[in-house]
Each structure stands twice: as C-alpha cells, then as structure tokens.
C-alpha cells in the first residue's frame, strides 16, 4: 500500500504547477508567527523571495530573515532564521536590502554598540548561513545604511552618521572586510547630507543620489559619480532640482548602464509635484534642472502628485512611472500612470498623467515597486481604503489588461486607520510569472508579515472549460476562452502515463490578432485513442513564444466505470476542500481522508455521476500537516491527491 501510495503522489507531482499560495485571500500566508516591526523583500533571479524583518522581541528589535520558494515553502523555518539579537535600542529605525550575484541576501541595518547606533551590514546566504558572522560588518556610528552590490562583487554602502550628521560612504570585499580604510564623507560645500541611494554602474563605478540638509526634514537633491576607489568623477555634486524634498524618505532609484533614472516628488509652494529626472555618466541632466514632469497640472486647485516610482525592462526606449494623486486636501487619493521617452523624457501618454484609478473617496493609494510582466506591460499593487491590496496589470497604452480577475484582489482583509497595514513589498519574477506582495497586518494580537502570490504564467489565455469524453471509439476534446492576449495557439498534447506528453496536433487561436475579450470555443477530436490511459493537456503558446499548460484530464478505456479527481482546492486549505471528479458513468464510492502515518481521519459514503460532480469536505477541526484524499469505486479502483491543511 505504502508503495501505491509513493507512485500516486509522483503522478501527482509531476503533473501540477505552481499555483497560488493560498486561495484565500482573507488567510494569505503568514511569513512568521512573530510580531513584526518592520520588513525588506527582494526577488531572486530563480523565482524565490527573500524577507527580511524586525521581531520586536520583548522590546529588542531582533533581526531575522526568510526566503519563500516559488511554491511559497519556507525554505528557513517556520520563522525564518535570526540574522542579528544585538542590542537595537528603543526603536528601529529605516534599513535597507540588496541581493548579490548568487542571490545571497545582504541587509544594512543598525543596532546600538557602547550606547551608540552603528550602521552595519551582512549577509545571508540562500542556506541560512551567516558567512559575515552573527553580528555583521559595523560600518561606524549612525544609522539607514543603504547597500548597492557592484559589478566587481564588492558591496558600497551609504549611511547617515551620527557625528557630524551627515552621509558616510564604505566598501565591503565579498569576504565581509571593509576595503577602505577610512569612509568617504559627503558634503556639499558645508552643508551636511542624508538618505544617500546607490546605483551599480559598469566597471565597478556607481552613482549616488543624495538629500542636501536643510531646515527641518527640508531637503534638496544631488548626484554624484564615484569610481571602484571611492573617488568622486565630477568635480562637484550635482543639483538635481532646486524644489524642496523629505529627508525622511527615499525616492525612487533605477541604473541603465551608465544612466541613472531617479523619480521623486517635491514641493513648490504648498502644491506637490512628481517628476522623473536622468543624470548621465558625466553629470549632465537632459531632461533639465528638474526633470521630466509626470503631469501638467500646475494650479492651485488641481491635483497633487505625491508618491512616485519608476521602472525600466532592460534593454526598453521608455521610462514607465505610477504616482499617487490626491486631491488638494489630501482628503481623496487615487493612482495614475505615465511613460517617458529615454531619450528626451517626454511623456508619450496622457499629458495630465494616464487615470487607472479615479481620485476619491475608495483611496486606493499605490505602493511598493513598479514591476513588468513585459517590456510594455507594467504592473503594482495599491491598497484602498479598507486596506485592501490587489494587484493591476497595464498595457502599453496604460489600460487595464482584461485578464480574467483582474484587478486581482492580494488580500481581502481590511483594517482601519487605527491599526493600518503598512511596509509594502512587491516583486515580480519572470522565471515563473509570479507576483508576489509582502505587508505587515495586525489582526487582532499584534503585527505580523504576510505574503500572497498571483501566479501570472496562465493569465494571458483564460481557459474556462477544458473537457475530454468517449465516442465510441474516438475521444473528443474541447475548450473555451474567456480572454486571450497575444495568443497564438494551443498544442493539444497527450500522454499514457500523465508524465510523458506528446503533441498530437495545433490548434490556430481564433482570436483577431491573438487578443479577445470574448468567448471562444475550440475543438480537437483524437480519432487514434490509446488503448488504456489517455491523459490529454493544452500547450498554449504566446506570440513572443512563452507558453503555459492547462489542467490534465484524463479519459480511460480499460474499464468503462473509470473515475478520477480533476483538482482540490484550495491548496493549503484551512476551513473547507473544494472537490471536483470526473466519472464515466454514474456509481457509488467512499471518501477517505487519510493521513502521512496511512491513518485514516475522516470517512463518507458519496454517490458520483457520470460527467463531473463537484462536493465540499469540512476540514476545519484536522491537525495541520499533510493529508490524502482517497476515493475508492465500486470496483475497488482508487484515485488519491494530497492537500495540506494549514
């Protein structure tokens, strides 16, 4: 039995994908059962996602790391690894993240030492080994350390000191040794600095956008080249705008090779403005002394432009930014998008910003990075005013892509203004189309990390039906399409043990172009059926070549009573299992809920019907862990699929 039960969940896994990491998205998935202060996130170039994060830990701020596979199984523990326990004062305060080129996690943070707040960095490898030590390379006293990995493997690190307040820079070789012997302070002229952002630029050199002090939070930006010694290329700094920024936040920061892009809002007046500047590798700004502005909207009673972040697809002749508006009480906000020539910075979509969610009273606030699912395919989350997250895909018009479900909702608890959900984190991966978002939520003990991903491999064709059935001696397939984007086709694929799949035929989309909003229904007969066993796929192919795989089906001709169990979901699940089976004739047959020890939990007597039968199975009083569902026929034939309860 024990054997029977291995070969099952081999077909099993073998045959699924990834899918989401919780269908639930009032449950998402908890990053650790610890109370959460604050939270990094980055994505690997394997599809995996770091987080790294504060545990208030009986009021010390320990710092510890996580790395979700692309399955969302934490690969560190239930509760990640514990990165530093180092005495981190009364509060914490704003630390920063960076991946090196094997993918390792680098965290600047700060904790005190003697009494005082010393900036320091380390790392932590995709295995959870500290290689830099359990404490790090301290960089000297001050705080926000701000890391960027260079091109030589070395890391730069920029950091506020504590005396005289201002930016420090420092070197770290990829063994965890400070290079320089004394840190490069930055000043311009006699005024001090803060909240310096890097960029890694070829050869080693990297640019610095910087905050100049003012009075109060009160800011002006600057820019400046350095090479892999530590020595600055222009001969001074350079003014990126004369308007007024915080120097209690970062803006947004992206390389180009040699070009850097830096987006930012500031203030004019009593109005706020975004705008996108360039800096060149040799200082100059062709954009002009402020930069591309988002919008034209100028007056007093028009709309402010506040949080603003950019992304470029490498390679791209554009610039894409998303910005938050409000209206001038900053009483109702909503989320706008535009896109700028590399070239010259103008704004090739609506000149007042491109609305994708109108100003009012929902709120919906943008925030996290902007992402791409393609070069002309942008793609964020933001939240409303419940606190709701969902994630919005555009395309190249700045239009909602009519993917099914989209806007797709992250997560669908809410919270109020008492108790918000905040520290925003929002990757996308390419290596397996996954979006996934990060965020800090109380509900209802204390504050903790949470993550949802959405899947986006499948997006592009909507498949709403894929069915197989007998005719006589031939086996006929179909399938509907809700939405198709860039689609050019489907390969229908067949196999006789659900592992080893060959394409039997193409199927032409019949959508003008490859792009539908409505539904379309396809055919394929297979008139040379296997004699046992034919389990049938979709290969679905894009214009630019990327393709997808539906579900399997599978039709039988040994016995004419056959069945089989087309999916469970949701996958974990916490409260209820969806279960759908396919059966070639009607017939009665036991349900078994079987644990990992062969034990069997829970047990019912179901009736099937020929065609598909869909039941729910209560499992809100099973232990977690890993179960089987087993449904056994008249005939004693068995289809078992593991699910986990959470």
């Not at 239930?78 to 005495?87: E, K, N, R």
């Not at 020929?610 to 034939?637: C, M, P, Q, R």
Request: charge should be neutral; include cysteine.
């Amino acid at each position: 039995m024990k054997q029977f039960f291995l070969i099952i969940l081999l077909l099993v896994n073998t045959i699924c994908g990834f899918a989401q990491w919780n269908m639930n998205t009032a449950v998402n998935l908890e990053v650790a059962a610890l109370n959460v202060a604050d939270l990094q996130t980055a994505n690997t170039t394997d599809g995996k996602t770091w987080i790294a994060f504060y545990n208030n830990n009986a009021g010390n701020y320990d710092m510890r790391a996580q790395l979700l596979d692309a399955a969302g199984n934490k690969l560190l523990g239930a509760d990640g690894i514990l990165v530093c326990s180092q005495p981190s004062g009364s509060a914490t305060f704003v630390f920063n993240v960076c991946l090196d080129a094997s993918n390792n996690l680098l965290i600047a943070f700060q904790y005190e030492v003697a009494g005082v707040n010393s900036a320091v960095i380390t790392k932590v490898n995709t295995d959870g080994s500290l290689p830099w030590g359990n404490n790090g390379v301290v960089l000297g006293a001050g705080l926000a350390p701000y890391p960027a990995v260079l091109t030589t493997g070395e890391t730069v690190v920029a950091w506020n000191n504590n005396s005289p307040s201002t930016l420090y820079i420092q070197k770290i070789s990829a063994a965890g040794t400070i290079v320089w012997g004394l840190p490069v302070a930055i000043t311009v002229g006699a005024s001090l600095t803060t909240r310096g952002q890097i960029v890694a630029n070829p050869n080693g050199f990297f640019t610095m956008v910087f905050q100049k002090r003012g009075v109060g939070i009160s800011t002006t930006l600057y820019a400046q080249r350095y090479n892999n010694d530590g020595t600055a290329q222009w001969a001074s700094a350079v003014q990126l705008s004369a308007l007024t920024t915080s120097g209690a936040r970062y803006y947004s920061i992206v390389g180009d090779g040699d070009i850097t892009y830096f987006g930012y809002y500031a203030a004019s007046g009593s109005r706020f403005f975004s705008y996108v500047q360039r800096i060149n590798a040799n200082g100059a700004l062709p954009w002009g002394e402020v930069g591309a502005p988002f919008s034209t909207y100028s007056t007093g009673a028009d709309p402010y432009q506040q949080t603003t972040n950019i992304a470029h697809y490498p390679g791209s002749a554009y610039i894409w930014a998303v910005c938050t508006y409000s209206n001038t009480l900053q009483s109702q906000y909503g989320v706008y998008i535009q896109k700028f020539n590399t070239s010259d910075g103008s704004v090739l979509l609506d000149p007042l910003g491109k609305e994708v969610y109108p100003i009012s009273n929902n709120m919906d606030t943008q925030t996290g990075a902007l992402a791409f699912y393609s070069e002309q395919t942008p793609l964020f989350i933001s939240y409303d005013v419940n606190y709701k997250i969902r994630l919005t895909v555009l395309d190249n018009a700045g239009n909602f892509v009519n993917w099914n479900g989209f806007p797709y909702e992250m997560s669908s608890t809410t919270a109020t203004l008492a108790t918000p959900k905040g520290r925003f984190g929002f990757n996308y991966s390419s290596q397996n189309s996954q979006a996934v978002a990060v965020w800090y939520e109380n509900r209802g003990t204390e504050y903790r990390a949470y993550a949802q991903n959405r899947n986006l491999t499948i997006i592009p064709v909507t498949l709403a039906d894929f069915k197989a059935s007998k005719e006589s001696k031939k086996i006929n397939l179909s399938w509907n399409t809700v939405t198709e984007i860039n689609n050019t086709g489907f390969y229908v694929e067949r196999s006789a043990d659900g592992r080893q799949f060959k394409s039997l035929n193409f199927v032409p989309t019949k959508a003008t172009g490859g792009n539908s909003n409505l539904n379309l229904d396809y055919v394929f007969t297979d008139m040379q059926p296997l004699a046992a066993l034919n389990y049938y796929r979709l290969k679905q192919v894009d214009l630019d070549g990327k393709y997808s795989y539906s579900k399997t089906v599978l039709v039988r001709f040994d016995k004419t009573g056959s069945f089989y169990i087309n999916s469970i979901y949701p996958k974990p699940a916490t409260s209820v299992l969806h279960v759908s089976v396919g059966s070639g004739a009607g017939m009665k047959a036991d349900l078994s809920i079987v644990d990992m020890n062969g034990k069997t939990i829970k047990s019912s007597a179901i009736s099937l019907n020929k065609g598909n039968t869909v039941f729910d199975v209560d499992v809100s009083t099973f232990a977690k862990g890993i179960y089987f569902l087993k449904i056994t026929g008249n005939e004693k034939e068995v289809s078992i699929e593991k699910w986990v309860r959470e």
